[in-house]
């Protein structure tokens, strides 16, 4: 019997590890393929994503399964 996970299962396993962590606005776009796309997935609430500080120039910070989630392939 094959005791290896299958590749739903290890889908899976990296989305439940990654749900804990962040990605930056500009890294998470060049991962679902652009910001206008990002900020639309972010609007759907399909990706969850924060602006830090109520500064004008403070950082986004978005779920790194969410965007792993919309990831595009180029």
């Given amino acids: ?24 606005i500009r890294r998470a776009a060049a991962i679902v393929g652009g910001r206008g796309r990002l900020m639309q997935l972010i609007t759907d609430g399909k990706v969850r994503a924060r ?12 779920n790194a399964s969410d965007v792993l989630r919309y990831a595009r392939y180029n």
């Fill in 1 to 24: 019997m094959n005791s290896h996970p299958s590749d739903r299962e290890q889908l899976m396993n990296i989305f439940r590890l990654m749900n804990g962590e962040v990605f930056g």
């Fill in 51 to 62: 602006k830090g500080a109520n500064a004008k120039n403070s950082k986004w910070s978005c």
